[in-house]
């Protein structure tokens, strides 16, 4: 678990695949190291699981992290890797390697206490990662909260919604689930999670990135409204004009070039230098 993530700098492998192998191979682990074959009967689940007192005992305390990367079955499994690459993929192209794998791993660790802290005294046992990658959802939420996304419900697609609106939406039925507990899932820790990850979003932009700061953007906003033709294009060129983090509207300009479509041919546009342009030979100057 410390040599996945230092052979992922090393190798500058996007931080949300290079965790996904990382938790696939920690569960072949679980299931080799079971006499029944079965991840919870397993030594390694023995060894890494967290239970409320270990954050207490010196001899355990690491298990706050080492749960992280745990799952109970391959369904739980499933569903958090969907999750980590839904969310995961969006957020590390936008903010860089560095600051998602903060935001993973701080999210992770505070949803941890946040169970913790809930079900001290009792025998309860905590694994999974979902408590990281809600936090990635909150994070994304409070940097990108207007931008619409698609999301699964039990692998039923729903409407495009705004990231908040996603956001609030998971945070009720985890509320719901922590304060009915209808199902075995450590909500507490999803909840705390997602909250972490949205206050913290903001402080960890302030980390420098891997490709330095850019310069802030200066365009005719102008010529980007008459490509804005879509209330997502329009949504999108708002936060150009309103952001004031150099590299966060990059992204965002970045993302309103994939979005945008040239006006003549309807076509994918491109840019080189300060032009915008389209293979059909359209281009203005921005």
Partial sequence: MIVGPAIIFWRKIPIVFGLMVVI?????????????SHPVA?????????????????????TIFTSMFLHASTIHLVFNLFALFFIGIMLERRIG???????????GLIGGLVWVAIHWGDAAMAIGASGAIMGTLGAFARLYGQERIRMLLLFFPMPPMPA?????????IDLVIALTSVLPIAAEAHIGGAIAGFLIAPYVM?????????KRIRVHYSILSQLATTR?????????EKETEPDVQQVWFTHFLKKARCPKCGGPLGI????VYSDCGWRTRL
């Fill in 232 to 240: 997502e294009l329009q949504e999108i060129l708002a936060n150009i």
């Fill in 206 to 214: 302030r980390l420098p990135s891997r490709v330095g700061r850019p």
């Fill in 272 to 275: 080189r230098g300060g032009t």
């Fill in 97 to 107: 390697m560095t600051r998602f794998f903060v935001i993973y791993i701080i999210a």
């Fill in 42 to 62: 397993s030594q390694v689940f023995l060894d890494l699981h967290l239970a409320p007192t270990d954050i207490l005992t010196p001899a355990y305390f690491y």
């Fill in 164 to 172: 908040y609106m996603i956001f609030v939406l998971l945070l009720i």
């Fill in 24 to 36: 696939i191979f920690i569960y072949i682990l679980q299931i080799a190291s079971s006499p029944i």
